[in-house]
Each structure stands twice: as C-alpha cells, then as structure tokens.
C-alpha cells in the first residue's frame, strides 16, 4: 500500500502516522513545502513571539520526529498537480510521486487585506515558523504596533507585543472583539484584560488607507478619519481554506474540500482533513480551524487512507491564551439553547449552553478543569440540571457520576 499525504501541519503529520500504525507495510510519505520538520503552530503567536520558546522545540511528532513513526518526510516540496486518473502527485521541482491513496492536509492561509497586502512595507502575517521569526524580530525593535483585526491570532499577537512593552492599538471592525467565537461577557472580560495591559482597542473601526510615511512608518487611516501611526502592522483578519490544489485537480470544494464522515473527498482514493475540508458536522457541512479538530480528524483520514472505515465525530474544541487568561470553548454552538452562567469568582468565567437538557457548548475563561468536564458531559450526551450547572457548589463530576 502506497500512501501519500499533502501538508506537514497537524492534519498531515497525524494522518501520516495513523496510516503507517493502521497497516505496518504501508509505504507513506508526508510532503510538505515548508523547510522544516512539522511543528506545533500554536505557540507561534504566544510563547515564539516572547522568546519562550522556538518553533522546532515543539516538533508534532515527538522528539524523533516524523522518521521515528516510519514515515519518509520530504520537506521543501511544493505539490503542484494531482493527476487522479494515473494516481500521481506532481511536485513543483517535476518529481511525479505514484499513490494509491493520498490525504490532502494543505491547512489554510491568512485572508489577505487590500490596504496591506503581503509583502506590504513593515506588514506582516502570522502563519508559519518563518513568519513568527521575522514578526519577532520586528517586534524587538518596535514601539508602536498597530494590529488589524480583534479575532484569536490578532489578539494573541496584540497580548505578546504588550507583554514585551510595545504600545499596541487593535482596529476591529465588529461592534465587539472575538465576535465571531464568544459571547459578550467573555470577549468583555478579554477586552478588559488588553485594556489593563495598556492596549487600546476601537472597535466598530474599519482601516480605509494604511501608506508608509517618508521614515518608513505606516500611517493608518480609519474610515472615521482618525489617524495611527505605528512602526510595523500585523493583520489578523481570519483564515481561509487552502483548497487549490484539491479544486484544480477537480474534486468538489465548497469553501474548502467537501468531504463525508469518513474524510472521503468526490474521489474515493483522496481524503481529506483539518483546516482546508468542509465536513458533515450537526448542522450541516462546517468549517473548523483549530489544531484539535486537525490532529483527530488527520488520523482518522490516515487510518481511512490505509483500509479502515471510520466516521469521525468530534466535541469541537479550541483555546486561545492571553496574559495569564486561558480561553477556552468546547462543542457545538445550539441555536435556541439557553444559557447558563455558573459563577466561579476570582475573574474565572464558566457559561453553558443548554438544549432539550442536554449540554451542548460550554465556554469559559481559566476554568479548564470544568471545561474537560463539560466535554464529557457533552460526549455522553449527559442530562443535566440548569439549576445544578449555574450552581457552583455542585461539581460537575457529580453530573458524570450516574453514567460512569
Ligand atoms: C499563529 C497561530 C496560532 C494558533 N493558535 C491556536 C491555538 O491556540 N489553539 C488552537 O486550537 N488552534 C490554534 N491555531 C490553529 C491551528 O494551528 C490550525 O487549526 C492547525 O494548524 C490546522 O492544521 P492543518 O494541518 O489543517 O493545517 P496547517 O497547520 O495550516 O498545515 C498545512 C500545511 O500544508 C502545507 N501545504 C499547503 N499546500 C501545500 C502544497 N501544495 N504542497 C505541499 N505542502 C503544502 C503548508 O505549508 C502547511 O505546512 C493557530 C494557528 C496559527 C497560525
């Protein structure tokens, strides 16, 4: 059996190894265009950024890395093609490598503003180990940053350069930050923090123009007429799926790769998972980004790759860290359900969102212990009581307890 999978991010790397422990004889090789061993995108805009950590100290398949699971790493190698009726993936330097099955895993990409394109004087996008070494580097000799956009990686970067003792402003264009992942109360408490640290966010601000100064400074200007000027600019204004390849080559893409339960794309004999797929979730096809989704979803795709049938279902879940603030949210968002706020004190936050007695989402800032709790109220689809949730004094395990 002969695997090939495409992209050297969490979805690639898992799939690659899954594939190799669901069939030991498998030959499979991972491609990736980047130089490096994969590694952990994460810490790229937290701990990278302070100078905590370097990228390769976190490398996704462990201290021996991809070789040490049996899988033949190439790095710097660009796929161009997929040519589905002779089973070959073509590769940018002319190499054509033969599959039998293949796993696209190709991640998304930063969604690229007009006013400061990539490659825009002193602008910068946040994706890869490469951009968290010049981003960084930057940093250490800015004093104004000036960061678009008030979703995750906007605010993480926001958070890392206020730690480092940069003056940093967040234009977001929403009525509010992190819209798009919490509610009020927790995108408050998360503005409030920034606000502690000195960083000032406007919200319902839109960039119009953004030109570089005769000193090389950038000079924003925002759709109500006010003006910033900063020595570099980071954007963060979302991601979108990097499904070129699969769509050139002709299998269905929807906003990224249309796949069924089992990660399967239009072609039997290509899969798909992680940022760039559109799976069947709940409520229909979705989307998601963040590293959990891709790491389980990969393996289910690989082990799929390499003779299994697996579906995969997950409780999606993702974290953001900010300051000494670990943000948290874990299932599926219900509409309709209703909310419940369980007060923790101590500036922990913890809400539920409940539907038909079951608990559906739950979201909280610090209170990770009761989040895996909550995931597993919501993995065992667990009735719960309303009153009892918003009750601090009864433990959640309790909840758990009739099911084990
Ligand atoms: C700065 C940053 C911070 C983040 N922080 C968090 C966090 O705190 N919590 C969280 O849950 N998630 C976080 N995420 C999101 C998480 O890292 C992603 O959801 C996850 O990396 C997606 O994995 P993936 O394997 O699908 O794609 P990616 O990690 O994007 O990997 C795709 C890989 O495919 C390669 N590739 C693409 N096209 C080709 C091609 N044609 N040929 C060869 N190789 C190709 C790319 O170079 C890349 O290496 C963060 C992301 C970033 C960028």
New binding site residues.
Partial sequence: MRVVV???????TFAAIAARKQDADAAVTL????RCEPYE??P??KAVLLGRVSPEDAPIAGPGGVAGHGVVLETS???TGIDRTGHVVVLADGRSLPYEALVI????TPREIPQLPVGAPRTYY??TEADARVLKAALAGCRDLLVVGGGL?GL?VASSGAMLGVKVTVLEVAPRILARVCDEQIGGAVHEAHARHGVDIRVGTTLLTATAQRDGRIAAVTGAGERFVADIVVVGTGSKP?DA?AASAGLATDDGIVVDAQCRTSDRAILAA???VRFPGPQGLVRL????H?QDQ?AIAGRNAAGANERYTTVPS????QYDLYIQGVGWPAPGSARVHRPLGGGRVLIFDVIDGRLAYAMGINAQRDLAMARRLIERRVAVDATALADPGQPLAAMLKPQL
């Fill in positions: 495409i992209g050297g991010g969490p979805a690639g491609l990736t265009r980047e995108k994460p790229l805009s190698a660009d796929c895993a190709t991640g998304s946040l994706r990686i993480e990097d390849l992680g940022d760039c980004e963040n590293w959990l891709a990969g993702f974290w953001s860290e």
